[in-house]
């Protein structure tokens, strides 16, 4: 056993439940920003964390849903008028990727300059950043999700800052500011190098703090949180209720491009 599944397990195991404390409602998260259902990011995270593990050679790795590909999942599925249609494409970029890995040809990346990748992260980056301020002070007329310019609300990115401000829910704006504020803070190295404090993840304290903040505010009018800003898990009653793929998509030609 020292040297098989279990050799670390005294690491692995407290390692193993903050992870899965920070995965899952970063997996929600990204999921509800790419426009695919909650349960579709659950399942990610879960394909990620064990299959991609248990086939790696590696001893540490990073794998589940990426906040990076939020802007390009979420168009490809508009663009395909479905996820179940999105997943045959999911299903053909997997296959490509695998040839290419069998036939040696990862130096095809090379070709890449790496200002094409950066530019492509940091305009993604700040589309993810211009929508979710209005709904950081709780103003959630574009729905949560949405990354086009030009909104359904008939307000585009740019003008939908100007118009939060009279929507604004300040109990949001203060779960908004602590959040922040306690995921900076514990990246001081005064709060990483502590023996205790840095044993607990900033993003988790975040999520503890805003649920613990939610239900306070519940009991106070001025500063509630009303249920249409809450994240609402689907129930899964068997296998019928999860997200499926169309195999008529591949006789799709859009579906090839994406």
């Known amino acids: 056993m020292s040297n098989g599944f279990f050799a670390h397990w005294k690491q692995d195991l407290p390692a193993s439940i903050v992870v899965l404390l920070v ?3 970063l997996c929600l998260g990204i999921a509800l920003a790419s426009g695919a259902p909650l349960l579709a990011g ?17 001893q540490l790795g990073v794998s589940g849903p990426a906040a990076g590909l939020a802007a390009i999942v979420l168009s490809g599925i508009t663009d395909l008028g479905g996820y179940e249609i999105f997943l045959c494409a999911v299903v ?31 305009g ?3 589309i993810i950043i211009l929508k979710q301020i209005p709904h950081a002070v709780g103003y959630d007329k574009d729905p949560m ?3 086009a310019f030009l909104q359904p609300d008939q307000h585009n990115t740019l003008s939908e800052l100007l ?3 009279d929507g604004i829910n300040y109990g949001a704006v203060i779960v908004t500011l602590v959040c922040l504020g306690l995921m900076v803070l514990w990246e001081r190295p005064g709060v990483k190098g502590h023996k205790v404090l840095g044993l607990v993840p ?20 001025d500063l509630a949180i009303g249920a249409g800003h809450y994240v609402d898990l689907p129930d899964v009653n068997g296998m019928d209720d999860l997200p499926r793929l169309s195999p008529a998509g591949f006789l799709k030609p859009a579906v090839w491009l994406v």
């Open 92 to 122: 053909l970029a997997g296959v490509i990727q695998v040839a290419l890995g069998f036939l040696r040809a990862g130096v095809i990346a090379y070709y890449f300059p790496n200002a094409v990748i950066t530019g492509m992260l940091s």
């Open 23 to 25: 995965a899952i409602p």
């Open 42 to 58: 659950l399942i990610a995270g879960v394909v990620g964390g064990i299959l991609v593990g248990l086939a790696s050679g590696s």
């Open 145 to 147: 999700g949405e990354q």
């Open 163 to 165: 118009y939060m401000l």
């Open 124 to 126: 993604i980056g700040l």
């Open 202 to 221: 900033g993003p988790l304290l975040a999520v503890l703090a805003g649920i613990g903040l939610a239900a306070w505010f519940t009991g106070i009018p």
